[in-house]
């Protein structure tokens, strides 16, 4: 079945500053690719999400870039702010189900 | 307002007592899931349904129980709970079949003692 790998499992940055956190998957069915930002006591909330069929996708300060042949995609930040600090989750959904990363929790230090 | 609503938020119960989880959504949504969400292992999923009365396995399922007998609820069922079954579960819902889009309720922290 599908494993998704993703790290860095914690990551601090400057506020201002830019923070990448990148997966891995291995099946090669995935055609979405969704993150998700979970605030501390919440629910995982989608922030942006790419389709196979597209390699970057952008809203505002967040960006996603895909790269179907190494099989890894990456959620990038810039300008980061302080409410940007949370726990961020990337997924594959190769079939019906959606397969999650470990996580990374995102400091940022005003 | 458009949600998933799981309760109760905390639970805390003894080993062998049958307890369930509810979770409704109100936005006619076909497909809901159960996740637990475990440090260092993420989200895993324990059981999905696509519609009304067709559900499936999902990574982690064993020792948990589901029913879909109408749209908008989705209860968890552990029928006779064990402490590593300890942890944050978490129940999904989206507007596709396929389960793109999720929309996520605010967690259920269980702790089986």
């Known amino acids: 079945g599908e494993n998704v790998e993703q790290h860095p499992s914690t990551l601090s940055v400057q506020e201002g500053d830019s923070a990448v956190i990148k997966c891995t998957y291995s099946?090669?069915?995935?055609?979405?690719f969704p993150w998700y930002k979970q605030e501390l006591g919440k629910g995982p909330q989608l922030i942006i999400d790419?389709?196979?069929?597209?390699g970057e996708k952008k809203d505002q300060r967040i960006a996603v870039t895909l790269n179907k042949t190494a099989k890894h995609f990456s959620l990038h930040i810039t300008e980061t702010q302080p409410e940007d600090s949370a726990v961020y989750f990337c997924?594959?959904?190769?079939?019906?189900?959606?397969?999650f990363g470990q996580g990374t929790t995102l400091q940022v230090k005003p | 307002e458009a949600q998933v609503t799981q309760n109760p938020r905390y639970l805390i119960t003894v080993t062998g007592k049958k307890l369930t989880v509810t979770c409704s959504q109100n936005?006619?949504?076909?497909?809901m899931s159960w996740y637990r969400q475990d440090p260092g292992l993420g989200l895993r999923q324990i059981y999905y349904?696509?519609?009304?009365?067709?559900?499936d396995k999902g990574d982690v399922p064993e020792g948990y129980k589901v029913s879909r007998k109408e749209k908008r609820n989705f209860p968890l069922i552990l029928e006779s709970p064990s402490p590593n079954q300890t942890s944050l579960y978490f129940c999904?819902?989206?507007?596709?079949?396929?389960?793109?889009?999720?929309?996520f309720g605010s967690g259920t922290r269980l702790t089986v003692v």
């Open positions: 936005m006619n949504h076909e497909y």
């Open positions: 790419i389709r196979s069929n597209v």
């Open positions: 997924a594959a959904k190769p079939h019906l189900q959606l397969i």
């Open positions: 099946d090669s069915a995935s055609n979405y």
């Open positions: 349904s696509m519609n009304v009365e067709v559900t």
């Open positions: 999904a819902s989206s507007f596709s079949i396929s389960g793109y889009g999720y929309t």
